[in-house]
C-alpha cells in the first residue's frame, strides 16, 4: 500500500479526541472547528472548544505523532473581518491558536489567507468553501499565500482540471474524497453561507427549517442518478489520484466517531466492501433508505475521466444509478432491498 | 387508553417530577414515538429550560423518573441519553432509543459519556 496522509474528522471534544486516536494508526492529522465567537465555519458543527480545550487535544494529538488543524471556514462574515474590532479579534484569535501549536487553519476566506500567511507560523490551508476549481484560481491562492488546496470537489471527476491546478502550483494539494455534495448544487453558495451564520459570531438566523438541506435531500429521492453524479471518490479509487496528490481529507464532523473509524480503515486500505452511502457525509440521512454496493462501482472511474459532463447527452450515471442502485424495504422477515424502480416512477 | 392518551400522561408526569426535583421551570415541549429505517425506535422529549448542570447534579433522580417513564410505554431504557444544543449546556431532548445493531456499534466503540459533544449519555446498556 502506498503511503498516504489522511486528514480525518474531529468532533471537537477530547473524550471524542481519545477515541478516534485509539482507534487507528493510519491518521496523519485531525482537524475540528473553532470557537463560534470568532470566524465559525461553514458547516454544521457540534462542538465550540475553548482555547484551552484546543491546546489540551493539541497536545494530545501531537504526542501521538498526529497534526492539528482547525477549520474556520465561514464562507461568510458580513464584512465584519474587515473593520478594526473584527481585525483586532481575530488577529488575537490568530495569535494565541498559533501560541498552542496548531499545525494548520483552514479558512475560505482569501483575506484571511493572506493574514495568516504573512503574520503566522502555521499552515495555511484554502478551505473547499473557496472553491478552487481551476488553475487559474489556484493559482490566486498560492500567491496570497496558501500552503495547502483543498480542490473543490466538483472537479473530482475531471481529471483535466485537476492536472491543470497540479501543474499550474507548487504548493500542497488536498482531496475532500467522501462530501458528496451534489454536483453542481444548485445550492451550494447559499448553504455555506447560512451555516456560517448560524456557526459563527452571530447574530445568529433563528430558522424555521435547513430549507437547502431538505431540497438536497429531496432532489436525490426523486432523481437517484444524483447519489451517482455527486462526486465522491471510492477508497479503490484512490490510486488513481496519486499524480495529483497524496494527501485526502475525509469529511464527517458530527458524524460518530465509529462512522468516521470505517471511513478511516477503508481510505487507508482503499477497500470496502457495502453500502457506499455508508460513506458519504452529507447524505447521512438517506443512508438507510438507499443502498449502492461499493463494489459494484468499480470501473465507473474509467467513464468518469474522459466523461464531458454533458449529462443529458451521456445519460452514464443514470444507467449506472438505475442497474446499481437498490431502495431498502421492509417484508415479514425484516429489512431487504428492492430494485429502484419498484419504489414508484421516478424522473 | 391509547397510545396518545398514555404519552399525554406520560408526558405530564416526568414534566411535573423534573419541575418538583429542580425547583425551576422546566418545559417538555412535545414528546415523539418514533420508528426509523434502519430499525431503532423510541421516544424523543424536547425539553426548554433544563441545562447540563442540572443533569450532572440530579443524574440519578433523572435516570430514574425517564426509566419509569419510557417503561410505562413499554419502551425497552437500554439506552437513555440527553442531546445539547451544540456548543451549549442547554439541553434540546431527553430520548430512548431501542437501537438497531448497526447503530449501537456507534455507541458501543467508545467508553465514556459522550460519544460525540453534542450527546450526554444517561444509560447504554452493553450487549453480549
Redesign the interface.
Known amino acids: 500500500m502506498v503511503s498516504m496522509k489522511l486528514y480525518v474528522p474531529h468532533v471537537g471534544h477530547l473524550e471524542g479526541l481519545e477515541d478516534l486516536l485509539s482507534g487507528s494508526d493510519d491518521i496523519y492529522a485531525v482537524y475540528m472547528a473553532g470557537s463560534p465567537d470568532y470566524i465559525g465555519t461553514g458547516r454544521t458543527n457540534l462542538s465550540a472548544p475553548k482555547l484551552e480545550e484546543i491546546a489540551i487535544q493539541t497536545e494530545y494529538a501531537h504526542d501521538r505523532g498526529v497534526k492539528m488543524e482547525i477549520v474556520l471556514n465561514s464562507s461568510c462574515m458580513g464584512g465584519q473581518q474587515l473593520t478594526p474590532e473584527g481585525y483586532r479579534t481575530i488577529d488575537w484569535y490568530f495569535d494565541k491558536l498559533n501560541g498552542i501549536g496548531i499545525d494548520s487553519i483552514t479558512v475560505a476566506d482569501p483575506f484571511f489567507v493572506e493574514m495568516l500567511a504573512k503574520d503566522y507560523d502555521m499552515d495555511v490551508v484554502v478551505s473547499v468553501l473557496s472553491f478552487v476549481d481551476s488553475p487559474q484560481k489556484a493559482e490566486f491562492y498560492e500567491q496570497l499565500g496558501a500552503t495547502t488546496i483543498v480542490i473543490d470537489p466538483a472537479v473530482n471527476r475531471q481529471f483535466d482540471k485537476l492536472e491543470a491546478i497540479r501543474d499550474a502550483v507548487s504548493c500542497d494539494l488536498k482531496l475532500l474524497v467522501n462530501e458528496a455534495c451534489l454536483y453542481q448544487c444548485p445550492f451550494r453558495y447559499a448553504h455555506f453561507n447560512f451555516f456560517s451564520h448560524a456557526n459563527g459570531p452571530g447574530p445568529k438566523p433563528n430558522v424555521l427549517d435547513d430549507y437547502y438541506y431538505f431540497k438536497c435531500l429531496s432532489l436525490r429521492i426523486n432523481d437517484p442518478q444524483q447519489l451517482i453524479k455527486s462526486p465522491w471518490i471510492r477508497p479503490e479509487d484512490l490510486k488513481e489520484y496519486r499524480h495529483i496528490t497524496d494527501t485526502f481529507k475525509i469529511g464527517g464532523r458530527t458524524q460518530f466517531i465509529n462512522w468516521i473509524l470505517d471511513a478511516v480503515d477503508a481510505y487507508a486500505n482503499e477497500s470496502y466492501e457495502g453500502n457506499l452511502m455508508d460513506l458519504l457525509d452529507s447524505v447521512k440521512d438517506l443512508k438507510d433508505n438507499f443502498f449502492i454496493p461499493n463494489s459494484e462501482l468499480s470501473g465507473a472511474i474509467e467513464q468518469w475521466k474522459r466523461c464531458d459532463k454533458v449529462c443529458h447527452k451521456c445519460g452514464y450515471c443514470k444507467r449506472l444509478a438505475e442497474k446499481v442502485i437498490q431502495i431498502y424495504s421492509q417484508d415479514e422477515d425484516g429489512r431487504c432491498t428492492i430494485p429502484l424502480g419498484s419504489s414508484g416512477d421516478r424522473t | 387508553m391509547t397510545m396518545t392518551q398514555d404519552m399525554l400522561k406520560a408526558r405530564g408526569e416526568l414534566e411535573n417530577k423534573l419541575r418538583e426535583l429542580l425547583g425551576i421551570p422546566v418545559f417538555l415541549i412535545e414528546m415523539d414515538i418514533f420508528a426509523?429505517?434502519?430499525?431503532c425506535s423510541g421516544v424523543t422529549i424536547n425539553t426548554r429550560g433544563l441545562q447540563l448542570d442540572d443533569l450532572e447534579i440530579f443524574e440519578e433522580h433523572i435516570l430514574k423518573y425517564l426509566t419509569e417513564t419510557v417503561t410505562s410505554l413499554e419502551i425497552d431504557p437500554s439506552f437513555l441519553f440527553v442531546r445539547l444544543i451544540?456548543?451549549?449546556a442547554e439541553i434540546a431532548s431527553v430520548n430512548a432509543r431501542m437501537l438497531c445493531s448497526n447503530c449501537y456499534?456507534?455507541?458501543?466503540?467508545?467508553?465514556?459519556?459522550?460519544?460525540?459533544?453534542?450527546i450526554y449519555i444517561l444509560r447504554f446498556d452493553r450487549r453480549e
Do not use: I, V, Y
Not at chain 2, 105 to 118: A, E, I, V, Y
Open positions: 426509523l429505517p434502519c430499525g451544540p456548543g451549549t456499534m456507534d455507541f458501543s466503540r467508545g467508553s465514556g459519556k459522550q460519544p460525540r459533544p453534542d
